[in-house]
């Protein structure tokens, strides 16, 4: 049943349908893991002091430098294991799972290790001050260095569920893991006196239960995937056929992260209300721009899948509707931050000069949100295809060679504010080069028929 099922989804089932049995789960538990993530500023806000809210800000970036892990063998993984289960190449599936999974373990126990062997000079860099330092260090140690390959570990497995039709299940996981901190979160930071230690400790452990949970079903599912965790399994030999794609959404995470951490940098010299403030926005804004990912996450099997199979009118109305579909979502959210923007910060934050600021940032950050969805699905368009090349220049393009040069450039010329009209400029250069290189590889492909 369970093979007819996945036949239906990837090659019968209407597009429409299609997508939205493998996307809405995803975004669902996106949805949550942006709830959860709020969650930590939120309460920590509730304490009314925004040294701590800056120093969340302040590791933030690092942490998501787990996420370009997960990307890198997640993403790469998964994408590969589709295009084989479209070419009927199942048995390659178990090499290629068993990699990436003890493959992502050794590569974020050393992240890990790097990261506490040299906190001190590390949270001097993204702009910890006096007053934010003990609660930066407090924050990185739990959530970074200890719940690091929980962390990563869940989300490369909730790639691999998804690879194979397993939306729902990999959507449970993630939303375990969010629901948890939302629920320990009061109960460590107040109920057990901890204070911004207990925001820390409740994510960490949240992760740690969403991969255990993983685990746990990966095993009650066993005779039912081709997918393998034995390390008896594990070979070389794929890495690069997992790198060639996952580097492009490793790139994303990795480089967005150094954006972010350049903004917050420059932000800092401004004092800590600025940081606070930006920081609070950037997690309202993870509500568009995580539903266009999970909408990514949900459709790209999909694509990889009609790809191998050579089915690509299917794969281009795959793409083509979810990319109106962010777009619609994307826009929505812009109208409803236009308007609610003071309510929105002052829910987060008690501090009137921290609301006022954010309320400016949340409503010019905002006008970004549409293009950058229309751009990002492009490029993990091209990442499902196995066009990793393309989508690697696209993102480092986008994310680097125009990113931190304009941030510097606009800070200097207009200021603070500079800083934040950024991210609208940047999309609107790329769009045209994003769609482009599309256009370029769909009509390849429709001269090889």
Same mark, same amino acid.
């Not at 063998?73 to 999974?101: D, H």
């Not at 739990?142 to 719940?147: D, E, F, H, K, M």
């Not at 925001?199 to 969403?210: C, M, Q």
């Given at each position: 049943?369970?093979?007819?099922?996945?036949?239906?989804?990837?090659?019968?089932?209407?597009?429409?349908?299609?997508?939205?049995?493998?996307?809405?789960?995803?975004?669902?538990?996106?949805?949550?893991?942006?709830?959860?993530?709020?969650?930590?500023?939120?309460?920590?806000?509730?304490?009314?002091?925004?040294?701590?809210?800056?120093?969340?800000?302040?590791?933030?970036?690092?942490?998501?430098?787990?996420?370009?892990?997960?990307?890198?063998?997640?993403?790469?993984?998964?994408?590969?294991?589709?295009?084989?289960?479209?070419?009927?190449?199942?048995?390659?599936?178990? &090499?290629?799972?068993?990699?990436? @999974?003890? %493959?992502?373990?050794? #590569? *974020?126990?050393?992240?890990? /290790?790097? =990261?506490?062997? +040299?906190?001190?000079?590390?949270?001097?860099?993204?702009?910890?001050?006096?007053?934010?330092?003990?609660?930066?260090?407090?924050?990185?140690?739990?959530?970074?260095?200890?719940?690091?390959?929980?962390?990563?570990?869940?989300?490369?497995?909730?790639?691999?569920?998804?690879?194979?039709?397993?939306?729902?299940?990999?959507?449970?996981?993630?939303?375990?893991?969010?629901?948890?901190?939302?629920?320990?979160?009061?109960?460590?930071? &107040?109920?057990?006196?901890?204070? @911004?230690? %207990?925001?820390?400790? #409740? *994510?960490?452990?949240?992760? /740690?239960? =969403?991969?255990? +949970?993983?685990?746990?079903?990966?095993?009650?599912?066993?005779?039912?995937?081709?997918?393998?965790?034995?390390?008896?399994?594990?070979?070389?030999?794929?890495?690069?056929?997992?790198?060639?794609?996952?580097?492009?959404?490793?790139?994303?995470?990795?480089?967005?992260?150094?954006?972010?951490?350049?903004?917050?940098?420059?932000?800092?010299?401004?004092?800590?209300?600025?940081?606070?403030?930006?920081?609070?926005?950037?997690?309202?804004?993870?509500?568009?721009?995580?539903?266009?990912?999970?909408?990514?996450?949900?459709?790209?099997?999909?694509?990889?899948?009609?790809?191998?199979?050579?089915?690509?009118?299917?794969?281009?109305?795959?793409?083509?509707?979810?990319?109106?579909?962010?777009?619609?979502?994307?826009?929505?959210?812009?109208?409803?931050?236009?308007?609610?923007?003071?309510?929105?910060?002052?829910?987060?934050?008690?501090?009137?000069?921290?609301?006022?600021?954010?309320?400016?940032?949340?409503?010019?950050?905002?006008?970004?949100?549409?293009?950058?969805?229309?751009?990002?699905?492009?490029?993990?368009?091209?990442?499902?295809?196995?066009?990793?090349?393309?989508?690697?220049?696209?993102?480092?393009?986008?994310?680097?060679?125009?990113?931190?040069?304009?941030?510097?450039?606009?800070?200097?010329?207009?200021?603070?504010?500079?800083?934040?009209?950024?991210?609208?400029?940047?999309?609107?250069?790329?769009?045209?080069?994003?769609?482009?290189?599309?256009?370029?590889?769909?009509?390849?492909?429709?001269?090889?028929?």
């Amino acid at each position: 049943m369970r093979e007819v099922t996945e036949q239906e989804i990837f090659e019968t089932l209407p597009v429409h349908k299609a997508v939205a049995t493998l996307a809405v789960p995803t975004i669902i538990s996106q949805i949550v893991s942006i709830i959860y993530n709020l969650a930590d500023t939120f309460f920590i806000g509730q304490l009314g002091n925004p040294y701590m809210v800056a120093a969340v800000t302040l590791v933030y970036p690092w942490f998501t430098l787990l996420t370009a892990l997960g990307n890198l063998f997640g993403i790469g993984g998964s994408s590969l294991v589709s295009r084989l289960l479209g070419a009927k190449r199942e048995e390659e599936v178990k &090499y290629v799972s068993s990699f990436c @999974f003890y %493959g992502g373990i050794a #590569a *974020t126990f050393v992240f890990s /290790l790097l =990261s506490v062997c +040299f906190h001190v000079p590390l949270l001097r860099f993204l702009g910890a001050s006096e007053e934010n330092y003990l609660y930066a260090r407090t924050y990185l140690i739990w959530v970074v260095v200890l719940g690091g390959i929980p962390t990563m570990l869940g989300m490369t497995l909730a790639h691999f569920l998804r690879s194979e039709g397993h939306a729902k299940l990999a959507s449970a996981g993630i939303m375990l893991g969010g629901i948890l901190n939302m629920l320990l979160d009061p109960i460590f930071i &107040y109920g057990l006196k901890m204070g @911004f230690t %207990g925001a820390a400790v #409740a *994510t960490a452990l949240s992760n /740690l239960v =969403s991969m255990m +949970f993983f685990l746990f079903r990966f095993r009650k599912i066993k005779e039912r995937t081709v997918l393998s965790l034995s390390l008896c399994h594990f070979r070389l030999q794929y890495a690069g056929q997992v790198f060639s794609v996952g580097i492009s959404s490793a790139l994303t995470s990795g480089l967005a992260t150094l954006s972010n951490m350049t903004i917050v940098k420059l932000a800092s010299g401004y004092g800590d209300i600025p940081i606070a403030a930006y920081g609070i926005v950037k997690k309202i804004d993870m509500f568009p721009l995580g539903i266009s990912m999970g909408l990514c996450q949900g459709f790209m099997p999909l694509v990889g899948y009609n790809y191998a199979s050579k089915n690509y009118r299917r794969m281009r109305e795959v793409s083509v509707f979810s990319w109106k579909t962010a777009l619609f979502i994307a826009l929505g959210f812009v109208v409803s931050f236009l308007g609610f923007a003071p309510w929105l910060m002052q829910a987060f934050i008690r501090d009137s000069q921290t609301s006022m600021l954010g309320t400016s940032f949340l409503r010019i950050a905002c006008l970004a949100v549409p293009i950058t969805s229309v751009n990002a699905l492009i490029i993990y368009t091209l990442q499902a295809m196995g066009k990793g090349f393309q989508a690697a220049v696209l993102t480092v393009c986008r994310q680097g060679l125009l990113n931190i040069p304009l941030l510097i450039l606009m800070n200097t010329i207009f200021g603070l504010y500079g800083m934040i009209w950024t991210q609208l400029v940047i999309e609107l250069i790329m769009l045209p080069a994003t769609s482009g290189m599309y256009m370029l590889t769909w009509k390849g492909l429709k001269q090889n028929g």
